[in-house]
Structure formats: C-alpha cells, structure tokens
Nanobody
Framework: QVQLEESGGGLVQPGGSLRLSCTAS????????IGWFRQAPGKDREFVGR????????FLVNPVQGRFTLSRDNAMNTVSLQMDMLKPEDTAIYYC?????????????????WGRGTQVTVSS
C-alpha cells in the first residue's frame, strides 16, 4: 500500500514562494494520480489540484491558477507543488493524496491514500 509524506511547508511573506513535495513509498507512485488539498483553520478541506499518473495532465482550481504549478518525477516517486505569489489566504495545512481513479476528481473521498500534511503560513 502506498504511503505519502509531504514536505516543504513553512512561513513565508506575501508574494513569496514555497515548493511542496509529496514523496511516495511502499508502492509504485506512477500507478496513482496525485491530488493536493488544503485545510485552513475552521474550514473544510478543499481541493487545490491534481496531476495524472504520467504527469501529462494537470488541473488547478481557479484561485491558484497562474500561481501554482504541479509536476512529478516518477523515477523519484515525487510530486511537487510549486507555489508562487503566495497570499495570506493560502495559509493552510496542505495534503497530498493518491488515487487510482483515472478521471479527474477533486472529491476527497475518491482518494484512499493520504499524507499527514504540511503547514503553510503566509504572513508578514
């Protein structure tokens, strides 16, 4: 069973950048599409984006389009979320999750495998 671990979170000023990584172990990462979700204090977990198994198909929700970029290196079992032009409203715990579902889905219940999350705080 695949296990996921996020890294790269931290404190950054508005307008700054962070690069989150999601590293898979215990399974073949290329067998899974990877989704990113975030949860701010007092709010529901929300879908951020998704990258296909090959990395050839990506999707990001409107609030982060043009600022965030998804990529993956299956040889390294790693998926990256590059976050630029960060805003205070991006502050949240960020989670990566894996699914074998081929179609695009932003529903958390469609992802059976989750990491523990990494905190991103955008503040001056």
């Amino acid at each position: 069973q695949v296990q996921l671990e996020e890294s790269g979170g931290g404190l950054v000023q508005p307008g700054g950048s962070l690069r989150l990584s999601c590293t898979a172990s215990g399974g073949n990462a290329s067998s899974y599409a990877i989704g990113w979700f975030r949860q701010a204090p007092g709010k529901d977990r929300e879908f951020v984006g998704r990258i296909s198994r090959s990395g050839g198909n990506t999707f990001l929700v409107n609030p982060v389009q043009g600022r965030f970029t998804l990529s993956r290196d299956n040889a390294m079992n790693t998926v990256s979320l590059q976050m630029d032009m960060l805003k205070p409203e991006d502050t949240a715990i960020y989670y990566c999750a894996a699914t074998s579902i081929v179609g695009m889905t932003g529903i958390p219940g469609s992802y059976p495998h989750w990491g523990r999350g990494t905190q991103v705080t955008v503040s001056s």
